[in-house]
């Protein structure tokens, strides 16, 4: 069953480009992982401080992969560093709810 990510984060002032480049990095280099189906990054054009990642992944483990992996540590660490916020849903599913299977995938 597809396994849809949905991320939205709001930039820090002046650290929108850099968090759109490092957000198009590890978009990229996903779509060469094994299971990812599509993955777009967007801006939204009214607010620029608002960047978008949805991806769609083919089935749960190929998800859980990706949370295990280097390029999702240093997708965090960019939202914890060049974010104020952010909110991660799966499957349309709450932040809160996100957030729970992050870390129960990824450890304490």
Do not use: V
Not at 13 to 41: F, H, M, P
Not at 61 to 85: E, K
């Amino acid at each position: 069953m597809m396994e849809t990510l949905h991320i939205t984060i709001r930039a820090r002032d002046d650290k929108e480009d850099e968090l759109l480049r490092t957000c198009q990095l590890i978009a990229d280099q996903n779509l060469q992982e094994s299971g990812c189906e599509s993955s777009l990054l967007s801006q939204n054009k009214a607010d620029e401080g608002l960047i978008n990642l949805e991806q769609k992944w083919e089935d749960k483990p190929s998800l859980i992969n990706f949370f295990r992996s280097d390029y999702f540590t240093a997708l965090l660490g960019a939202m914890t560093w060049l974010g104020q916020s952010y909110n991660i849903r799966i499957n349309g599913g709450t932040h809160e709810e996100g957030m729970k299977i992050i870390k129960s995938e990824r450890g304490p």
